[in-house]
């Protein structure tokens, strides 16, 4: 009986070292994947620090309230050019002919001309 009871403990050490062999190469995979899960990756947000150790990001550097209402004050200026140019009529780029009086009257008599002509040969048939 001596001998089986140090086969079952030489087997149990065996399958003890094994397993705990095992073990630790099983927690240093759910360690990566935890470490993975722990990363943001597109479209996550970061996760919450967990203690107050870790320092937040650096605040980017922001526009003054000065510089805001400089470029407030040339966009109205700007808009308020726009609309100005909008409200003026469109004037022509060419200047306008105008006629005459003695050239109107030459047209007027020209037309009368032609129209007694018309009407003499529309009598005539």
Same mark, same amino acid.
């Given at each position: ?9 030489g ?30 990756g597109?479209?996550?947000?970061q996760p919450?620090p967990?203690?107050g ?5 650096? +605040?980017?550097?922001? /526009? %003054? =309230?000065? !510089?805001?209402? @400089? #470029?407030? $004050?040339a966009?109205?200026k700007? *808009?308020? &050019?726009?609309k100005?140019?909008?409200a ?6 060419r +200047?306008?002919r105008k /006629? %005459? =009086?003695a !050239?109107?009257a @030459? #047209?007027? $008599?020209?037309?009368?001309?032609? *129209?007694a &002509? ?6 005539k048939?």
């Open positions: 009986m001596a001998k089986q009871s140090q086969i079952d403990h087997i149990l050490n065996a399958a003890l070292s094994g397993l705990e062999f095992e073990k630790s190469r099983l927690d240093a995979a759910i360690a990566e994947i935890k470490a993975e899960l722990r990363q943001p597109p479209g996550r947000p919450a967990t203690d150790a870790e320092k937040a990001a650096p +605040k980017r550097g922001g /526009m %003054s =309230a000065a !510089g805001k209402r @400089r #470029i407030a $004050a966009q109205r700007r *808009w308020a &050019a726009l100005a140019s909008q003026e009529p469109k004037k022509s780029k +200047k306008k /006629m %005459s =009086a !050239g109107r @030459r #047209i007027i $008599a020209a037309t009368k001309k032609r *129209w &002509a018309y009407h003499k040969a529309k009598a048939a």
